[in-house]
Nanobody, 125 residues
Framework: QVQLVESGGGLVQAGGSLRLSCAASRRSFRNDWMGWFRQAPGTEREFVAA????????YYPDSVKGRFTISRDNAKNTVYLQMNSLKPEDTAVYYC??????????????????WGQGTQVTVSS
């Protein structure tokens, strides 16, 4: 069983920054993927970012592109989500997710095998 432990959430004013961390209990290789999703009350889970361990390829939806950056530290089996220029609409519970092996669509939550417990991010206006 793989465990993903998130940290770094909190309350921030609009325009501020936060960095989320996700530590994985299993080392990742080659074609493994890590992703970040978020879910606000009453909404569906939304794709935020994904990264491939082998070469660091990253993917973002338009809603966060240019503001959020996903990165990895192979030695620590940890993925980060740097969030800048935060907006009130970024308020949600943020989850990291892991897929060990190939993935067809990085933005689809059902592609991922393991999930963290979630961390709350609240952006005040």
């Amino acid at each position: 069983q793989v465990q993903l432990v998130e940290s770094g959430g909190g309350l921030v004013q609009a325009g501020g920054s936060l960095r989320l961390s996700c530590a994985a209990s299993r080392r990742s290789f080659r074609n493994d993927w890590m992703g970040w999703f978020r879910q606000a009350p009453g909404t569906e889970r939304e794709f935020v970012a994904a990264i491939r361990w082998s070469d660091g390829s990253t993917y973002y939806p338009d809603s966060v592109k240019g503001r959020f950056t996903i990165s990895r530290d192979n030695a620590k089996n940890t993925v980060y989500l740097q969030m800048n220029s935060l907006k009130p609409e970024d308020t949600a519970v943020y989850y990291c997710a892991a897929k060990y092996g190939g993935i067809a669509r990085v933005s689809r939550d059902y592609e991922y095998d393991y999930w963290g417990q979630g961390t709350q991010v609240t952006v005040s206006s």
